[in-house]
């Protein structure tokens, strides 16, 4: 199938029209917000968020007996972010470490999750079904109501985002500097991760909770090695993000057995091991020519020996013999 027709098929095909939309959708929002998460070292509280989503989703369905899309991310968004904020007062409040806390916070929420799930499948109900898919996601049933919902979601922490621009900058590189100018700097970090959240929470059903972390983080790897500054760096990802979104929706659909949110993974992978190698400023290709090209410019090749002779006169008036030395 050559590049036109898989154009055309873009536009015309339901089915994939709809899945490549809704996984670009989430690789730009979660590429953007990812970025602050990368900078902030916070990489693994997504993996932590994207698990502790899953009892949320499970008690949204038994509340309501719906599985309309707002039903079940307004579950994932209340179930995350009361994680975020245990997570945050067992950091405040105790000696526990970051790490421990976020193994406890993670593996409390996901096994409450599997439970609920278990007990969920388990009634004499049918409208149970399809809620395991938010274990690994099946971007492949997504709905136009799906993208729907994501689209809106995404925008609306896309214009907080550039709303809080500035005092997000503070809060990821001088969050002291922030705190002594007046700003809420405990406020702006619930909101942050609250956005952070949204991001997670839009894409269980595409990518699942399992592999959500790694589009949090993966596009805003890849970002970071091709430049220093933030807004560029915000932007890229935001790119990376869609990239590996439309470019995992056009391969599962062209490979038989292929699932879209894993490969949608693999794709922001790849792209993170190119700019590893490829990036002109901390790309390892271009780091390891620059520091063979420094090696020999160090030394000095056997050419460029001078030997000089002193030219003293000898004790007869001729020259002294034996009297070289050279010179490096």
């Not at 038989?256 to 894993?262: Q, V």
């Amino acid at each position: 199938m050559n590049v036109s027709s898989l154009i055309t098929m873009l536009f015309t095909d339901y089915t994939l029209r709809t899945v490549a939309l809704g996984a670009a959708v989430l690789g730009i929002v979660s590429g953007a917000l990812g970025s602050f998460a990368l900078l902030r070292r916070q990489s693994l509280l997504g993996d932590a968020i994207s698990h502790a989503a899953l009892p949320g989703v499970v008690l949204a369905f038994l509340l309501t007996r719906s599985k309309a899309p707002l039903v079940l991310v307004a579950g994932a968004m209340i179930a995350g972010w009361l994680a975020t904020l245990l997570f945050m007062a067992i950091i405040r409040s105790t000696r526990i470490k970051e790490d421990s806390a976020l193994a406890f916070v993670l593996s409390t929420f996901f096994g409450l999750g599997l439970a609920l799930l278990t007990f969920t499948q388990r009634l004499p109900d049918s409208r149970q079904a399809g809620l395991e898919h938010f274990l690994f996601g099946q971007a492949a049933a997504l709905m136009v109501e799906d993208v729907l919902t994501m689209s809106l979601l995404g925008g609306l922490a896309l214009i907080l985002l550039g709303v809080f621009w500035k005092e997000f900058k503070l809060l990821s590189f001088d969050r002291d500097f922030g705190a002594s100018l007046g700003f809420p700097m405990a406020a702006l970090d619930v909101l942050l991760t609250t956005l952070l959240v949204t991001a997670i929470v839009i894409g269980l059903q595409a990518v699942g909770v399992v592999l959500m972390s790694a589009l949090i983080i993966a596009p805003a790897a890849a970002a970071r090695q091709w430049t220093d500054r933030l807004g560029v760096m915000t932007a890229l990802s935001a790119l990376f993000g869609a990239l590996s979104g439309l470019s995992g929706a056009l391969i599962s659909s062209l490979v038989p057995g292929f699932s879209t949110g894993p490969t949608v993974v693999l794709c922001a992978s790849a792209l993170v091991l190119f700019s590893l190698l490829l990036a002109p400023n901390r790309g390892l290709i271009w780091n390891g020519l620059r520091q063979r090209r420094s090696r020999l410019k160090l030394q000095a090749p056997e050419s460029s020996v001078l030997k000089i002779s002193t030219g003293l006169p000898g004790p007869a008036g001729g020259e002294a013999q034996g009297g070289g030395y050279e010179h490096l």
